[in-house]
């Protein structure tokens, strides 16, 4: 248990760094405080639920991960990490895809943790009806947040812009959301056998 502590200490310092990293001087502030936004709800929920629901080191581990990835977008906006502009120059895409390795996260990190919390709770039994519900929450939470950028450029106008990040591309939303589900479905066929036994080896 306390070796499970001092990690968790670890991930909440690199968590805090990371964020006073990706504050200073962002290519736009208010882009910067909607994209670390989640990261910043997430952490609040998890504090407050500590006591009542303590998560897997894996899925704290891996929620920092996805925190950072939202971090670094938030930073210099998705349309213009450096280093996937470096791969739109050379032409390898046409566009700055780094939106999608936030999609993609979206659906590897919170997948694992809806399938943490059904299995915990047995809210259904049988690892396929886990996996389904599971993958299911997660496209849900996908659209939601889909609705989420188009109400605020809406109710921004330009300032929401580099937060939808479309960047001209009609299908940005769908592919948004596809990316999500290979998220989803890559976490599963990956890492669903180790989660599987991380939680066994905490029953005992």
């Not at 349309?79 to 999609?103: C, T």
């Not at 959301?177 to 890559?186: E, N, P, S």
């Amino acid at each position: 248990m306390f070796h499970k502590d001092i990690l968790l200490i670890i991930y909440i310092i690199v968590f805090f760094l990371a964020l006073l990293a990706s504050g200073i001087h962002p290519k736009d502030q208010f882009t910067w405080f909607l994209e670390v936004l989640p990261a910043l709800i997430a952490f609040t929920i998890l504090a407050i639920t500590f006591k009542k629901f303590r998560f897997s080191n894996l899925l704290y581990f891996l929620i920092l991960i996805h925190s950072i990835v939202l971090m670094i977008g938030g930073h210099w906006t998705y349309a213009e990490v450096p280093f996937f502009n470096w791969l739109r120059d050379m032409e390898i895409f046409s566009r700055n895809n780094y939106d999608k390795v936030g999609h993609f996260m979206q659906g590897f990190v919170p997948v694992l943790v809806a399938r943490e919390i059904i299995i915990r709770k047995a809210i259904v039994n049988g690892r396929t009806w886990t996996n389904f519900f599971a993958i299911s929450v997660v496209l849900a939470a996908s659209a939601i947040y889909e609705f989420i950028e188009w109400w605020i450029s809406l109710l921004t106008g330009s300032k929401g812009d580099a937060f939808l990040g479309t960047q001209g591309y009609v299908w940005d939303t769908q592919s948004d959301m596809l990316f999500c589900l290979i998220g989803a479905v890559t976490a599963i066929l990956a890492v669903s056998r180790i989660h599987d036994h991380i939680l066994d080896s905490n029953r005992r």
